[in-house]
C-alpha cells in the first residue's frame, strides 16, 4: 500500500507501527518511519520533500511521541495529528479497529469488515 507518489503521507515512529497500519489502510499513502526520533537534518529535508503534500502524524501516546509531535509540529504546522487512544500507549499495541477509526476520522480510507 505505499507509494511515492501519493498525495498523502502518514509519519509514524516505527517499522511495527508501519506493519499494522499497511493492515487496514484501503488507500495508497507513502509511510515514513521516523525510528522514534529525527535529526534537524532530516526533517528538514522531509519539509522539503512534503510541501505540496498531505502529511498526517501518528505517533505513539506516550514521553517520546509526544516529543517527536512537538517537533513535527513546529516544522510541519499544516500536518494533521492523528491521536490513538492513551491506553494503547503505543500505536503497534492499539487494536486494528481503534487505528481504522482514528484513520477514517483523519480521511484516510481503510477496509472495514
Given at each position: ?24 489502510l484501503n488507500e495508497k499513502l507513502e509511510i515514513i ?10 526533517l528538514d529535508e522531509l519539509v522539503d520533500e512534503l ?63
Open positions: 500500500m505505499e507509494n511515492e507518489c501519493s498525495d498523502k503521507v502518514l509519519i509514524v515512529e516505527g517499522v511495527t507501527d508501519k506493519r499494522k497500519v499497511t493492515q487496514i518511519c521516523t525510528n522514534g526520533t529525527i535529526s534537524i537534518t532530516r510541501t505540496d503534500k498531505d502529511v498526517y502524524i501518528l505517533v505513539d501516546a506516550d514521553e517520546s511521541g509526544e516529543k517527536l509531535r512537538k517537533k513535527l509540529l513546529r516544522e510541519m504546522p499544516n500536518a494533521s495529528h492523528l491521536y490513538i487512544d492513551r491506553v494503547y500507549r503505543q500505536v503497534a499495541d492499539a487494536p486494528l479497529h481503534h487505528l481504522a477509526d482514528v484513520l477514517s476520522a483523519g480521511k484516510i480510507e481503510v477496509k472495514r469488515g
